[in-house]
């Protein structure tokens, strides 16, 4: 069975985020389980994700999902926009949420974080010979 599609490819926080990911070297999108994905070899990144509570998914349409360090994962955890997702957070990932006030240069940070976690040697040197 096929995943509803879970966002509005005219979203303009998914538009930010569609930029910064796929800045990144052999960075690349897919749809996974309804949401954008981007990746190179492993997915490094999500566009929303959901919690659940009391048996009930609640949605965070405008959120980026990582795989950050985990001493970046706890205090992000203490800042009001990060939660931890459904499915992916047990295994380190962290969910933030996207509005008016967002610190896009913070948001290129923790893509950056994610992708050099995921996306191999080759890759990374790429990333740091642009430097």
Do not use: C, N
């Amino acid at each position: 069975m096929a995943h509803p599609i879970m966002f509005d490819d005219a979203d303009p926080f998914l538009a930010r985020v569609r930029t910064l990911a796929l800045a990144l070297p052999d960075a690349a999108e897919k749809i996974s389980h309804g949401r954008p994905a981007f990746h190179t070899t492993k997915v490094f990144a999500y566009y929303g994700g959901s919690v659940k509570v009391d048996g009930v998914y609640q949605q965070h349409e405008h959120s980026v999902v990582v795989l950050v360090d985990p001493a970046e994962r706890e205090a992000l955890l203490e800042d009001a926009r990060g939660y931890v997702p459904a499915y992916l957070g047990p295994s380190g990932w962290i969910g933030v949420d996207l509005g008016g006030d967002t610190d896009w240069d913070e948001i290129g940070e923790l893509l950056d974080a994610g992708y050099r976690r995921t996306a191999g040697k080759r890759r990374v040197a790429a990333l740091d010979a642009r430097a």
